[in-house]
Each structure stands twice: as structure tokens, then as C-alpha cells.
């Protein structure tokens, strides 16, 4: 696979980085329980306090928050800048797992799924 066709937008990749924004915003609301501001408390924190999108995001995102962590202990990085990586990443991610599935889709429905689980 070359890399237009690896970074060609199709209903796959869209919905995966669709699902990832939402994760992000989903987040974002629930991050608001680390801040020492009650009044700014948003409206969806209350319906989605125990879903586990905050770790989710951590854990998603480890790899770029690596990365971006000490630019942005240095001063070299704004919120919109962070924004752009993270929607960079997240669409890079989308598209390796579109790519990963359209790998092995093939495989799995002819019946050759035991291969990819087996050791050679």
C-alpha cells in the first residue's frame, strides 16, 4: 500500500476519526474534574462520569503526548497548534487501523482468520 492510498479518506477512515474527535471532546468534558473551578462545570459531565473516556484518551494518545510534552513545557506550543497535532495523529491512527483492517478483512472471511492467529 503506498501512501495516498494510505491517507485516502473513505467512510472507514472518516468514522475512526470521527470516534476519535468524539473521544476527544468526551475527554475534555470529564478533564474538567481536575480543575479547581466548580462554576465552569459542563453540562454532559454529569451523564458521562463513569464512562471511561479521560484514561481512554490518555492511553490512545501516549505515543503524541510524548512528543508534544516537552515543547510544550518549553513555550513552543499554543492550544491550536495542539489541537492540529492531536487531529493529525488521530486521522494517522484512523487511517493504520483502516489499513490494518483492509489487510486482514480478506483473510478473516475466507475463512483463513486461524492463520492469523497461529505462529508460523
Known amino acids: 500500500m503506498d ?3 494510505f491517507l485516502r479518506p473513505d467512510k472507514k477512515r472518516a468514522l ?3 470516534a476519535f474527535l468524539g ?3 468526551l475527554a475534555d468534558v470529564q478533564a474538567w474534574a481536575f480543575t479547581d473551578d466548580p462554576a465552569t462545570k459542563p453540562w454532559l459531565f454529569e451523564y458521562i462520569k463513569d464512562f471511561p473516556a479521560w484514561i481512554g484518551l490518555v492511553m490512545i ?3 503524541i503526548t ?3 510534552v ?3 513545557q518549553a513555550g ?3 492550544s491550536g497548534l495542539m489541537i492540529a497535532i492531536n487531529a493529525a495523529y488521530f486521522y494517522l491512527l484512523s487511517c493504520a487501523m483502516a489499513a490494518a483492517y ?3 478483512a480478506a483473510k478473516i472471511a475466507s475463512g483463513h482468520w486461524a492463520k492469523l492467529l497461529l505462529p508460523k
Do not use: G, V
Open 3 to 5: 501512501l495516498k492510498n
Open 16 to 18: 475512526l476519526f470521527a
Open 76 to 78: 513552543l506550543m499554543s
Open 23 to 25: 473521544l476527544m471532546y
Open 61 to 63: 494518545s501516549l505515543p
Open 66 to 68: 510524548i512528543l508534544t
Open 102 to 104: 483492509e489487510k486482514t
Open 70 to 72: 516537552p515543547l510544550s
